[in-house]
T-cell receptor, first 115, second 111 residues
Framework: DAGITQSPRYKITETGRQVTLMCHQT?????MFWYRQDLGHGLRLIYY???????DKGEVPDGYVVSRSKTENFPLTLESATRSQTSVYFC??????????????FGEGSRLTVL | DAKTTQPNSMESNEEEPVHLPCNHS???????IHWYRQLPSQGPEYVIH???SNVNNRMASLAIAEDRKSSTLILHRATLRDAAVYYC????????????FGTGTRLQVTL
């Protein structure tokens, strides 16, 4: 099906482990984003990408690594997970070439628990 | 970044109109006003956006003050499915990083 998909939807890991959250979109959108949402808070931008091989930091990038070798994929890696990274992670994409549009399409989220 | 201010929560009866306010007194001339909503256990979804003129679509209407320092999202007939958190966001098309979510307004809809 067309759209934006995240995997895994649920993940439990331990402190210090590496975790990768996957995001895949089928629209060939230029822009992709990773947000995290903590209980009772709005979404905070972690990283974003304007195109393949172009990434930039958002508000809360520390402890996260991203890559974008292909337009359709934007994985988010926690190299050494900490309890403070327990959160719901949302991936989003946006059309437009060269500049973003404000219409983002979000995935269903990945709920990560770090013990 | 220009900030927005929204009430933490609002209540509405089903099938009545709902007016969700948003203040953005430091808005710049190039900022678009976007609204998103987030249903329980789902990712946010785009609702509507505008720059200066009022806008209508199948989901809602957006009324923008003449000085652009405030806006109102209007749901013409609220249903139980409209219960969600509504985010008012200022978006500058020059850079993607400006799409910053606040804490939004939690809308409760009752029978």
């Amino acid at each position: 099906d067309a759209g934006i998909t995240q995997s895994p939807r649920y993940k439990i890991t331990e402190t210090g482990r590496q975790v990768t959250l996957m995001c895949h979109q089928t629209w060939s959108h230029s822009y992709m984003f990773w947000y995290r949402q903590d209980l009772g808070h709005g979404l905070r931008l972690i990283y974003y990408s304007a195109a393949a091989d172009i990434t930039d930091k958002g508000e809360v990038p520390d402890g996260y690594v991203v890559s974008r070798s292909k337009t359709e994929n934007f994985p988010l890696t926690l190299e050494s997970a900490t309890r403070s990274q327990t959160s719901v992670y949302f991936c989003a994409s946006s059309g437009g070439t060269g500049r973003a549009t404000g219409e983002l399409f979000f995935g269903e989220g990945s709920r990560l628990t770090v013990l | 970044d220009a900030k927005t201010t929204q009430p933490n929560s609002m209540e509405s009866n089903e099938e009545e109109p709902v007016h969700l306010p948003c203040n953005h007194s430091t808005i710049s001339g190039t900022d678009y006003i976007h609204w998103y909503r987030q249903l329980p256990s789902q990712g946010p979804e785009y609702v509507i956006h505008g720059l200066t003129s009022n806008v209508n679509n199948r989901m809602a209407s957006l009324a923008i003050a003449e000085d652009r320092k405030s806006s109102t999202l209007i749901l013409h007939r609220a249903t139980l499915r409209d219960a969600a958190v509504y985010y008012c966001i200022l978006f500058y098309t020059g850079t993607a990083s400006k799409l910053t979510f606040g804490t939004g307004t939690r809308l409760q809809v009752t029978l």
